[in-house]
């Protein structure tokens, strides 16, 4: 719990909302409330303390958004683990303190969501929850309301379609006393998407006729006449203008999208004069101009255009109770489209997301309980609740009877450039029965029959804005994965210092992998001294490069070894099993690199040449062994100690002397010899991958002499094998042979 004047420039602790206030009281004389925030760092600390982290995670991997039925079930069961939270004694004392602090007389307060990312650069409009008009008492219980509010349907929605993670969004949370408001609403410094009405009276120095009774308040509205405090030559238009949005009392049903409001649009120039206001708009020409001039500041501090929700009580005070740059600003604004030719079916609508969109209309009479809709709908319906947001990615527009340019949704809308008309009027829904194909102009407010005869593009084909997501996420990581910059391994940069991603890592760690290789296998064998040559019962030509114990003492001094030298028990048990085939050997060259004894020099290098050779690398527990037979390679990796836990067998096998045909036959023998004795393989073109463990040290030795023997008696099975049937019989045949008790 810290006081709103600690949390300064500290989004990552408070939260946007949070710090953003902290910030105008710390650097403003402006009017803001005083407050506490329960910490980022709370909440992290609240699930730790319940155990919920790994619940939550398990919920969370279920999500679908394509499934809003099983969306909205897997959040109330995540709400339901919030909401029954134990707070950690020490918080609670804290919260009950705070709210003592800032309401001694024990006047309602308001507890206010400020999540890490929210008010960032996504706005999380509307999307999370907050609680007003709490008794300083029952604040425990409205903190938990506000961290479940994380989990809603359309707060999880909007956090995976923005490319949050879950823990990236902790939920920090902002107490303040609750101002007991005569008038409240929102003020854009550079309102999105003003009218052209209001664009032309900017730029002509026009306003429009109003007169006021004497408390100052507007009663009608006239055709427009030249502003008395502007010069004609005025033009304010490029710069763009103010709006205020009000509604009486509480600015809840302005938020929520379930009222309408009152509009004043002034200039953006030092006197901010009035272009248009509303009939019945509370609030008197001074109020007006105080806000803008309020506003204005705030965006001065912060450098960009703010959206400031602001409240005035009755004693005429005005209180900024949040200040944030306008939600969708960024966006460019969508391109019109050609609608000549089309018949409108509703004119004069008020366009608050522009935009326009082609889609079926489906009717939706209660925005809380919206379930799934098909992709490429046109949604009527009664108010613009924050909820449709969960559904944002499959509509190509929204008309509703109620609603204002500075709901939530609204602003969701604009940063999804979907286009969102508000009709003020309910015979909309049989203006625009379900079913009917229509064309969403939210530029001029207008709604045709038909498509166009250039569609614009489809926003709402299925999971497409879910997209956005992952390639957000992926655009923030790349830098950090797939940025090189260690591109020379001849530079004095070329160190482990220098990496600055992990494709640095990997490319160092290869090149210094790639140098050590050829430290053992140069051209002309130098660099071998390190390994040692072995020298057994079977025509293998191999290397080996003891890492650590791979060899008994017996090994000290001599420059050949035999297997009696191996202590390395997975090197021994393969060794073992190629020495168990003598038969296979019969006859036959030593097994070498015959491919490229083929490429160098026409043969001239021996067969026993480093160069056409195997290599190992071992340790009394693991082994590491490339075969070079004939045609083919052959990889065993292998762990073989104590762990049963840690011990693997993994091998893999390409190539071969015979036709593709044979090649593949003889995969087949080795697949199903291998799956037969617990293996698992996975066979693409001449390659076969097989893997084996967990399992103790006796059965990892056992399966590592099986592996030997499958190699000795398949090293030209490929030239040979002619049908299916015979490498099935083949395999059942060495099973059965190597199965026998004496063979055992």
């Not at 420039?9 to 650097?27: D, I, M, N, T, W």
């Not at 359309?154 to 923005?162: G, L, N, Q």
Request: proline share 8%.
């Amino acid at each position: 719990m810290l006081p709103l004047s600690e949390v300064a420039g500290r989004p990552e602790v408070a939260g946007h909302k949070a710090s953003r206030l902290a910030e105008v009281r710390q650097r403003t004389m402006l009017p803001v409330p005083d407050g506490f925030v329960v910490t980022a760092s709370a909440f992290h600390y609240i699930i730790e303390y319940n155990g919920l982290r790994a619940p939550l995670d398990d919920l969370l991997r279920q999500v679908d958004l394509a499934d809003g039925n099983s969306l909205v079930d897997l959040c109330r069961t995540m709400r339901e683990l919030v909401l029954t939270v134990e707070l950690p004694p020490v918080l609670e004392t804290e919260l009950l303190e705070a709210g003592h602090a800032l309401s001694p007389q024990r006047a309602p307060l308001a507890v206010r969501s400020s999540a890490v990312a929210e008010d960032g650069e996504a706005s999380f409009a509307g999307q999370h929850t907050s609680v007003l008009g709490v008794a300083p008492a029952d604040l425990p219980d409205a903190y938990r309301t506000v961290l479940a509010g994380k989990y809603t349907p359309r707060a999880v929605s909007y956090r995976i379609i923005h490319g949050f993670a879950d823990t990236e969004t902790p939920m920090a949370v902002l107490l303040m006393p609750l101002v007991q408001a005569k008038a409240s609403g929102v003020a854009y410094t550079r309102a999105p998407s003003p009218p052209a009405r209001i664009l032309s009276l900017a730029a002509t120095g026009r306003a429009a006729k109003t007169s006021e009774d004497d408390n100052g308040t507007p009663s009608t509205t006239a055709t427009a006449t030249k502003a008395p405090d502007a010069p004609a030559a005025s033009d304010d238009s490029a710069a763009g203008v103010i709006a205020i949005h009000t509604v009486g009392g509480m600015g809840a049903p302005l938020m929520d999208g379930s009222s309408g409001d009152t509009t004043a649009w002034l200039s953006r120039g030092a006197r901010h004069r009035i272009l248009e206001r509303a009939q019945g708009l509370p609030l008197t020409t001074e109020d007006l101009k105080r806000l803008a001039r309020l506003s204005m500041e705030l965006e001065t501090l912060f450098g960009e255009p703010q959206d400031v929700e602001w409240a005035i009580d009755e004693s005429g005070r005005i209180s900024i109770v949040q200040s944030r740059p306008v939600p969708g600003a960024a966006v460019a604004p969508p391109p019109r489209v050609d609608v000549s030719g089309l018949t409108p079916l509703l004119e004069g609508a008020d366009p608050v997301a522009p935009g326009t969109g082609c889609g079926t209309v489906v009717h939706v009479l209660s925005c809380a309980d919206i379930g799934d809709l098909p992709p490429g709908t046109v949604l009527v319906t009664p108010c613009l609740g924050p909820s449709l947001a969960r559904v944002l990615d499959r509509m190509e527009g929204v008309i509703s009877v109620e609603g204002s340019r500075a709901s939530h949704f609204a602003s969701v809308a604009r940063e999804s450039s979907v286009p969102v008309l508000v009709t003020g009027d309910d015979s909309v829904f049989a203006t625009l029965p379900v079913g009917t194909l229509v064309t969403v102009d939210a530029h001029e407010g207008v709604v045709f029959a038909g498509r166009p005869a250039t569609p614009p593009p489809r926003r709402s084909s299925p999971g497409a804005m879910a997209l956005r997501g992952p390639m957000h996420r992926l655009s923030r990581a790349m830098p950090h994965v797939a940025r090189l910059t260690l591109v020379d391994p001849s530079s004095s940069d070329f160190a482990p210092a220098n990496c600055r991603s992990l494709h640095d890592i990997v490319r160092f760690c290869h090149e210094m992998a790639v140098r050590e290789m050829f430290s053992l296998v140069e051209r002309d064998g130098r660099g071998l001294s390190g390994a040692r040559k072995v020298r057994g019962d079977i025509p293998v030509v191999m290397y080996v490069l003891n890492l650590d114990d791979g060899f008994f003492p017996s090994a000290i001094g001599k420059r050949e070894i035999t297997p009696d030298d191996f202590r390395s028990l997975p090197l021994w048990a393969i060794w073992f099993g190629l020495s168990s085939e003598p038969a296979a050997w019969a006859a036959l060259p030593p097994a070498a690199d015959w491919e490229e004894l083929d490429r160098i020099s026409a043969g001239i290098f021996r067969r026993d040449s480093p160069q056409l050779a195997s290599y190992a690398v071992a340790s009394s527990t693991y082994a590491n062994i490339m075969l070079r037979f004939g045609y083919h390679f052959a990889v065993i990796d292998s762990l073989c100690a104590g762990d049963t836990r840690a011990n693997y067998i993994q091998f893999r096998l390409k190539g071969g002397g015979g036709h593709a045909e044979g090649r593949s036959l003889r995969l087949r023998f080795l697949s199903r010899v291998l799956e037969q004795s617990g293996f698992s393989t996975r066979i693409k073109g001449d390659l076969i991958d097989a893997r084996h463990g967990p399992g103790s040290e006796a059965l990892i030795q056992k399966r590592l002499a099986l592996l030997g023997r499958v190699l000795a008696v398949t090293r030209l099975m490929d030239i040979r094998l002619s049908t299916e049937e015979q490498a099935d019989a083949e395999a059942d045949n060495f099973l059965t042979r190597i199965n026998t008790p004496e063979d055992d």
